[in-house]
């Protein structure tokens, strides 16, 4: 079946330095969603992306639907403490107008 | 900056007790949907709901699981005979409308969490 595989699953940060995420599928999405989760809370939605090789930003957040609109890829450019919770990618369930199909989410930590 | 509600924020029941979990959504949204989220585990979709009725549920929501729209404002997941594999985050969404890109742009409630002991 479908499947969102993100990576990497956790990643140990320094304030102020540039971080790169991924997502990737067997299968072709023709929607890329970036949610933050922070603890305690819903999902925020960041970004959405709706055409392959489309490049879009949120501030210092920067997200890209990859050509072969299998992966999709979320860059976050100088780091602040609030950055930290998880991100996941989501993508529309094939044959669906509705259902969300989700990766695993990538957990951003800062380091002491 | 209109959002949506969820109560309760935290839900202790007993094996086979019923729980209903409620949602406020966003006022001129029209399509409302479940999530579950077990701890440390990715989101699961439950249930779509669109003008009085269910668009789409996925495998997880079985006979157990119902939902209802019963005043114009409030939306609730009901679970019947709660099992211990029902602990989990309960998220509430709502999308204002389908468009022909703009399906899946849902806005998330904080979550209830539901403890089955």
């Known amino acids: 079946g479908q499947q969102l595989n993100q990576s990497p699953q956790s990643m140990f940060i320094q304030e102020g330095e540039d971080v790169s995420m991924n997502c990737t599928s067997s299968s072709i999405f023709n929607t890329w969603l970036w949610y933050k989760q922070d603890p305690g809370e819903g999902p925020v939605l960041l970004i959405a992306?709706?055409?392959a090789g489309e490049l879009t930003s949120n501030g210092r957040l920067t997200a890209q639907f990859g050509i072969t609109r299998k992966d999709s890829f979320l860059n976050i450019s100088a780091s602040i403490p609030s950055d930290v919770g998880i991100y996941f990618c989501a993508g529309p369930y094939r044959d669906s107008n509705y259902q969300l199909i989700w990766g695993a989410g990538t957990k951003l930590i800062i380091k002491p | 900056e209109p959002e949506v509600t969820q109560t309760p924020s935290h839900q202790v029941t007993q094996m086979g007790q019923e729980v209903i979990l409620r949602c406020v959504p966003i006022?001129?949204?029209?399509?409302f949907y479940w999530y579950r989220q077990i701890l440390g585990q990715k989101v699961e979709f439950l249930v779509s709901?669109?003008?009085?009725?269910?668009?789409?549920k996925s495998e997880i929501f079985d006979d157990q699981f119902s939902v209802e729209r019963p005043d114009g404002s409030n939306f609730t997941l009901k679970i019947r005979s709660t099992k211990l594999e029902d602990s989990a985050m309960y998220f509430c969404a709502s999308l204002p409308t389908l468009g022909p890109t703009y399906n899946y742009e849902q806005y998330f409630g904080p979550g209830t969490r539901l403890t089955v002991t």
């Open positions: 992306l709706y055409k």
């Open positions: 709901f669109y003008n009085n009725e269910i668009s789409e």
């Open positions: 006022s001129n949204h029209l399509y």
